[in-house]
């Protein structure tokens, strides 16, 4: 037997742990269904991204002992596109406060 932690994140902060114990030569999808998140999520395991250890895998990857499956939920935008978002507005902050700092008016 091997035990396994099935994780799932449905919102940012917010973790479902599930500890499984499976028999040896269980793979990622029966630890998923043996979890139980599929029916307290009401997910579909086919349309999921899953991974152990935060690296993507396929449902039939065997697992081992202490493995953490992970199931990935889309992403709501493209990183690259919220990196630059956080700049502008860390960016734009920085220079308000220094403006206030020297007491000139900003725009």
């Keep these: 037997m091997i035990n396994v932690e ?29 979890s139980g998140v599929l029916a307290r999520r009401g997910l579909v395991l086919d349309a999921l991204s899953t991974g152990v250890w935060g690296r993507k895998q396929p449902l039939d990857t065997l697992l081992r002992e202490r493995d953490r499956v992970e199931i990935y939920r889309p992403l709501q935008c493209d990183p690259k596109e919220a990196r630059r978002l956080r700049y502008k507005q860390k960016a734009g902050g920085a220079a308000g406060k220094k403006a206030a700092a020297s007491g000139s008016p900003t725009r």
């Design 6 to 34: 099935v994780v799932y994140c449905p919102a940012p902060g917010v973790n479902d742990l599930f500890k499984v114990e499976m028999p040896d030569g269980a793979t990622l999808r029966s630890a998923i269904e043996a």
